[in-house]
């Protein structure tokens, strides 16, 4: 299997609601990430997990929470968003040593009201 | 800190000419990427470039790299509709900053008949 799986695929949410995106691969990667992306912009890096544990976070508003329960999933829980933070989020994986490119998954397209 | 430039930012192609894309990165990096995204979707990886002198061809694209002038160029040949999307450009610096990968701003490609 050499797929990173995102869901859901598209999200709307109210400012007041809290929900969570989901990352999975089954890759054996050791590294998974979380990126963002507005309309015509690159990505931009918000977290690096490197053995379920959490190795960079960009400065990332406490509003985004990370979470890494084991090797193969990777979560974003989301809680008092803004409409800036409408975005597609992409998550990625890759070994954290040698040969290591990062796969993408298909991203999920979430809308803040 | 590792700095990346793409240019153009835009690119009108007419169908069945050639065209370049331009990558200049600032500090010495590993690994050189080049992806394509489709407008609402992922990253799709077109090109790893590793060394020096590295050169891939896939149909009417081809990279290259040149690690002494930091570019690396994205070659499309006799253009057509299809490869109409943003093209990024990406930097590796290996066990440094979790494998960050460092991305350019894109370049919007759109071919006209």
């Known amino acids: 299997d050499t797929e990173v799986t995102q869901t859901p695929k598209h999200l709307v949410m109210g400012m007041t609601n809290k929900k969570s995106l989901k990352c999975e691969q089954h890759m054996g990667h050791r590294a998974m990430y979380w990126y963002k992306q507005k309309a015509k912009k690159p990505p931009e890096l918000m977290f690096v997990?490197?053995?379920?544990?959490?190795?960079i976070n960009e400065s990332v508003p406490s509003r985004f929470s990370p979470e890494c329960p084991n090797s193969s999933l990777l979560n974003l829980h989301l809680h008092a968003l803004q409409p800036e933070d409408s975005a597609l989020y992409l998550c990625?994986?890759?070994?954290?040593?040698?040969?290591?490119?990062?796969?993408f998954g298909p991203g999920t397209r979430l809308t803040v009201l | 800190e590792l700095k990346v430039e793409q240019n153009p930012l835009f690119l009108s192609m007419q169908e069945g000419k050639n065209y370049t894309i331009y990558c200049n990165y600032s500090t010495t990096s590993d690994r050189l990427y080049w992806y394509r995204q489709d407008p609402g979707k992922s990253l799709e990886s077109l090109f790893v470039l590793l060394s020096n002198g590295a050169v891939k061809q896939e149909g009417r694209l081809m990279a290259s790299l040149d690690t002494k002038a930091r570019l690396s160029t994205l070659h499309i040949t006799a253009a057509v509709h299809d490869l109409s999307a943003t093209y990024f450009c990406a930097a590796q610096r290996i066990k440094a900053a979790g494998n960050k990968l460092t991305f350019g701003g894109g370049t919007r490609v759109l071919v006209k008949p």
């Open positions: 997990y490197s053995y379920e544990k959490l190795s």
């Open positions: 990625a994986s890759s070994q954290v040593y040698s040969y290591n490119e990062q796969f």
